[in-house]
């Protein structure tokens, strides 16, 4: 029994935030936490991080299989690890020194009959299974909540399945494991020449079986935005058996058996492996900057560009406020960062007419900047200016917010996406109402912004940031306003027309949302689905749907926040 040995194989990370263990902030990221800090009234200090020591963790009310015993950890580093994901409640309660329900043990499995022989057990010892690929969700799709009537929770890590398998250069497709993150994969590819390309900003930190599961999106802003859009086949371990679909470029042959599987967040098996749509990397690029002073012209450009047919592989229009948020504005100005990229040929005559467009519109954009982008020697120009500067906060922005949860903050973002012509009605109404639910929550002023992420002829991705603190500067307290800032926000983007999420998953914080959103009869047929694949009611019990037959302890939604 490993109860005393960590088995994870990877870098150590961060129980209590984002990222890895001994990550450090710079200078000048100390400086845009202190801006982010003084915009919402709070100043930065120092305060003691978690530590595993000031822990204290119920014993494991469970022992796995003796044939199987070598690949469990019930350390409490691997359980603090496994206690949930990187929503603002997760990263809170680690602050608090009091996690959501922790897993008893966890699962390291060498191999797919292990996860195979460790279902068979967990479905005759009655232990709900939890799959876990990195563990950077941030709505509860990873916490053991799931209630009462189980004898205990595992958390299934997949970090050993993380290969490449195989790889048919001719269809330029590969066959990956689902426990590859996302720089094992690439790292793997690149020496074929390769690449999948599906950068979403957990990218570091996150697996292909997880993308698969929860449906992520990717850095593309049109055309490929989602893992959907690069899956050709998958393999799905359930309780009930193995499911394999069938390789095919397309199939009209009924209901598509992946794209049951995409989306399925754990609630019916373990993704193990998937074949997907690789390509090779760009070696042509464009990319621009672009001013706007009025944010709704600038939200008509961006339909302009998304109703092109000129697929701009970056077409990410942040509102004023939220290019102070990203450290790349000063609040006055809306920026829109535009970029091409191609394997193939030269994007000069794509990026002349998007920027007749943006003309058309009233941007404005630094044209020696967008042609030294295009040149060779200019490879480099979509790594500088202000789209360098947003993509370098887009990937470290996950790190700023850390120190901010401990100093009782509330820096939360959620996403959504809505048809164009109801877009600027819903932008307002949204802001109006999440706004209204921050300053009852904590009596403060708020401030809300919104960038779109991912752009489609017929609408918009927003995607919005707020941020606000309490007046006793207390994580408790905030998380106790948090949770009734994001009940607002659930409400507030359905009632106006919106999905729950566009590309952060259901888990359980957005269930209520979904509930609304999604047809009752279709979730009647899910939980047909479920009961088929998971007859024991044993897969990440909560999320999507209920267990079939049995209580799982839901009293409402973000259960186990408070």
């Known amino acids: 029994m490993n109860a005393n040995a960590t088995l994870s194989r990877r870098p150590a990370r961060r129980f209590w935030g984002w990222g890895l263990a001994d990550a450090s902030l710079d200078a000048r990221e100390q400086a845009i936490v202190r801006a982010m800090l003084w915009s919402v009234g709070a100043t930065f200090e120092e305060r003691p991080v978690p530590q595993v020591g000031d822990f204290s963790l119920p014993a494991p009310r469970v022992e796995p299989p003796p044939s199987l015993a070598t690949q469990f950890s ?28 922790t897993p008893d043990w966890i699962a390291f499995p060498e191999d797919e009959q ?44 997949l970090e050993r399945l993380n290969r490449v398998l195989e790889v048919d250069p001719v269809s330029r497709a590969a066959r990956i494991q689902g426990g590859a993150l996302g720089p094992e994969l690439a790292a793997q590819l690149k020496p074929r020449g390769l690449t999948l390309r599906h950068f979403p900003q957990s990218f570091e930190f996150s697996s292909l079986g997880g993308w698969i599961a929860t449906r992520a999106g990717g850095h593309y802003a049109t055309l490929h935005t989602h893992i959907d859009d690069f899956v050709e086949c998958t393999r799905l371990v359930t309780p009930a058996g193995t499911m394999q679909t069938r390789r095919l470029p397309g199939s009209g042959a009924g209901p598509a058996p992946d794209r049951l599987v995409i989306g399925s967040e754990g609630t019916l098996g373990v993704i193990t492996e998937a074949w997907v749509r690789v390509q090779a990397p760009p070696r042509f690029r464009a990319s621009a900057s672009v001013q706007f002073d009025d944010f709704m012209a600038a939200v008509r450009c961006v339909r302009a560009l998304a109703q092109s047919g000129l697929n701009p592989s970056n077409c990410r229009l942040l509102d004023p406020l939220e290019t102070v948020f990203s450290g790349v504005g000063d609040g006055r100005t809306a920026i829109l960062v535009l970029a091409f990229e191609s394997d193939d040929h ?25 042609a030294r982008s295009m040149s060779a020697e200019g490879a480099g120009e979509h790594r500088s200016g202000a789209a360098g500067a947003w993509r370098d906060a887009f990937l470290r922005m996950p790190y700023w917010r850390d120190p901010a949860v401990g100093l009782g903050v509330i820096m939360d973002t959620f996403e959504t996406a809505i048809t164009w012509d109801r877009f600027e009605q819903f932008y307002a109404a949204v802001k109006a109402d999440v706004a209204q639910a921050m300053q009852r929550a904590t009596g403060l002023d708020a401030r809300v912004s919104c960038r779109f992420t991912h752009l489609y002829p017929d609408g918009p991705a927003p995607y919005f ?15 106790a306003a948090w949770r009734e800032i994001k009940l607002a926000a659930n409400a507030a983007v359905v009632a106006h027309g919106g999905t729950i999420t566009h590309h952060h998953a259901v888990g359980r914080d957005h269930r209520d949302g979904y509930e609304r959103e999604v047809d009752g009869l279709f979730r009647q047929m899910l939980s047909a689905a479920k009961r088929v694949a998971d007859p024991r009611g044993i897969m990440n019990p909560g999320v999507l749907v209920d267990a079939a037959d049995r209580p799982v302890g839901r009293t409402g939604v973000l259960a186990g926040v408070d």
């Open 465 to 479: 940031t707020l941020a606000t603190r309490v007046p006793d500067g207390k994580v408790a307290s905030a998380l």
């Open 114 to 157: 292990a996860i195979v022989d460790i279902l068979d057990w967990a479905q005759s010892a009655n232990v709900a299974v939890i799959p876990y690929g990195g563990g950077s969700s941030v709505c509860g799709g990873v916490e053991a909540a799931v209630g009462t009537g189980y004898a205990g929770v595992v958390s299934l890590d």
């Open 74 to 101: 019930a350390t409490p580093l691997d359980r603090l690890n496994h206690s949930g994901g990187k929503s603002y409640a997760d990263l809170a309660r680690m602050w608090m020194r009091t996690p959501p329900a």
């Open 346 to 370: 030269p994007l000069q005559a794509w990026m002349a007419r998007a920027l007749e467009l943006v003309g058309d519109h009233g941007g404005r954009f630094d044209a020696d900047a967008v």
